[in-house]
């Protein structure tokens, strides 16, 4: 019985994410998350206290990439694996970077989940640097690039709707890369 109850609520995550995603925190109702989810109302609440819970757990990423235990993964490497990890969960950053002006704490708890976990990231940040950022520029860097990964991906989707021709995008990972190792380093 306790797998039925797990699967509902991935399932209540999984459908309130889309509809988070689309329409917003207020544009989504727990009325209209149940109807997707195909549960009542009150069902949502047996696994959840709020609308703002469910909302918060939305934000966690589904899958986190990792790198092989290279220790020493090249610039390639790591932008595809934050390009990885930005399209497989494209919902999820949808949802933060248009919600965390009002909701600012989903931005600590992103920053918790994915900033600080990513040691390659850093890693990067301080090789292309010279170890010359701060902190506080090493995380603005790294959500500069985020930013662009997002900003890209959602752009793919829908291109088809903006212009009648595909740009042709090439090797995103590629461009970000050659970006990160001349752009920071000012070469």
Request: aromatic share 8%.
């Amino acid at each position: 019985m306790m797998g039925v109850k797990t699967d509902t609520k991935k399932k209540i995550i999984e459908k309130a994410r889309k509809l988070f995603a689309e329409r917003g925190y207020n544009g989504a109702t727990t009325a209209e998350i149940a109807r997707h989810v195909g549960v009542s109302e009150a069902a949502l609440y047996k696994h959840f206290k709020s609308k703002k819970e469910i909302f918060l757990a939305c934000i966690t990423p589904k899958v986190v990439m990792e790198i092989d235990n290279n220790e020493d993964p090249d610039v390639h490497d790591i932008i595809q694996a934050r390009m990885d990890l930005v399209r497989n969960n494209l919902d999820s950053f949808n949802i933060l970077f248009r919600e965390s002006p009002y909701h600012p704490e989903l931005a600590k708890m992103f920053l918790n989940q994915v900033y600080t976990q990513d040691k390659h990231m850093k890693h990067l940040m301080n090789k292309v640097s010279n170890k010359n950022l701060t902190p506080a520029q090493s995380l603005l860097y790294e959500i500069a690039i985020t930013s662009a990964i997002w900003a890209i991906l959602n752009f793919e989707k829908i291109q088809e709707q903006v212009t009648t021709e595909t740009l042709p995008l090439g090797d995103v990972t590629d461009e970000i890369a050659k970006f990160v190792l001349s752009g920071i380093s000012g070469k």
